[in-house]
């Protein structure tokens, strides 16, 4: 079995189990340990109101794009959010709150973080507060300054996403992205780490498998061999949380002599990748903080119009007023079965990432008005294509 076909079977397939350790280590302190102790208690006991603070922090620090990639929200100009920077001001006054119990700062969700200037003293800030950051790049626009930067400012772990061994299948994907000029910079990246006897950051080469490119496998895991990346990483394509035409993207889309870990119909939200075990996670460990201080439920929810929260509507942060509001009880209270809640609708309702239990309040005969103002169809009715 190849390396890609042993990763796309994975279970589960989404996490770096060595990275993860090495950074509760590195940066853990008894009070963080203590929390996630506490988290993973709540969890596994699937509370609805708790008491740990979220120990992984999301946070875009723009959600621009240089490049149009077909399946990704940004680059079909369908993001439902306006598109800003953040600024380093911003960043701490929402970084502060949770930094006395963060493992690590995700410094990336919708937009190609590098374009925004104040990223790097955005890292070297967590940095210093005993937080891990990772980073993830298109790496196209990067120029000899931006590798400086990206080796002075103390970033951990950088995943630079190139998709294919040659510009031809590269760029179906990838649109308006240059191969070579990744792998040039890709190389230089390397070669002045190496130079400068660094550790960090850990560089990971990640490959998404589809169709356009499943025959490059081979050719990719020589080629990263001669640029010397720390790992080789194969991920399933996937689609974003709000397609419709599931099927139709799966046939264009998903790879074809590869299997994932379930046979592929074009319904799941990625490649071959059964729901995953509830309850969702991203409810007790994480925070997802978008550029313009909206507060999404997890990473891959984008709308404005499906905030938990807004964090510019305060000047001082509550974390867990935030984290016990009435999107984030209702939506934890999707996998109790336990406590009779009320409900509160929300983008969650219709969720097929995680296996939850039924609820007998889940049984709208047509659309749901959202406290936002926004139409979300209830699981029933829209069967499983899912808006």
């Known amino acids: 079995m190849s390396l890609a076909q042993k990763l796309l079977k994975k279970v589960p397939q989404y996490t770096r189990n060595k990275r993860h350790l090495d950074t509760v280590l590195r940066h853990g302190t008894p009070r963080k340990w203590a929390n996630l102790v506490r988290v993973e208690a709540e969890r596994k006991l699937r509370r609805v109101r708790v008491k740990g603070y979220p120990y992984l922090l999301i946070i875009d620090p723009c959600n621009f794009c240089n490049l149009r990639c077909p399946l990704c929200p940004t680059g079909l100009d369908d993001l439902g959010r306006p598109q800003s920077m953040m600024s380093l001001e911003h960043f701490k006054r929402y970084f502060d709150p949770f930094a006395p119990y963060l493992f690590e700062a995700y410094m990336h969700n919708w937009g190609e973080s590098l374009l925004n200037r104040e990223v790097y003293p955005m890292i070297a800030y967590a940095q210093s507060r005993n937080v891990g950051t990772n980073l993830s790049s298109n790496f196209v626009k990067v120029s000899s300054d931006d590798i400086d930067n990206i080796l002075d400012c103390g970033l951990e772990y950088l995943i630079i996403s190139l998709d294919g061994t040659d510009q031809e299948a590269y760029v179906q994907y990838r649109v308006r992205g240059d191969y070579d000029r990744v792998v040039e910079n890709l190389s230089d990246l390397i070669r002045r780490r190496n130079s400068r006897r660094a550790k960090t950051p850990f560089i990971e080469w990640q490959f998404i498998v589809m169709k356009q490119n499943e025959h490059q496998i081979p050719e990719a895991e020589r080629l990263a061999k001669k640029l010397g990346v720390d790992l080789l990483r194969f991920i399933p394509v996937g689609m974003p949380y709000e397609f419709t035409n599931r099927k139709e993207t799966a046939e264009k889309w998903f790879p074809r002599s590869l299997d994932g870990r379930v046979p592929s119909e074009g319904t799941e939200q990625q490649f071959g990748q059964a729901a995953k075990p509830g309850p969702c996670f991203y409810l007790y460990r994480s925070f997802v903080i978008n550029p313009d201080g909206g507060v999404s439920p997890c990473c891959v929810v984008y709308r404005k119009n499906r905030d938990f ?77 899912r808006q």
């Open 309 to 385: 929260a807004d964090l510019t509507e305060s000047e001082d942060i509550d974390v867990l007023d935030i984290y016990n509001n009435e999107f984030y009880r209702s939506a934890r209270g999707l996998f109790n079965q336990r406590e009779n809640l009320p409900h509160i609708p929300s983008v969650c309702d219709a969720c097929d990432i995680f296996t939850r239990p039924a609820h007998k309040w889940i049984k709208p005969s047509g659309p749901t008005q959202l406290t936002s103002g926004a139409v979300f169809l209830p699981v029933e009715s829209v069967g499983v294509e």
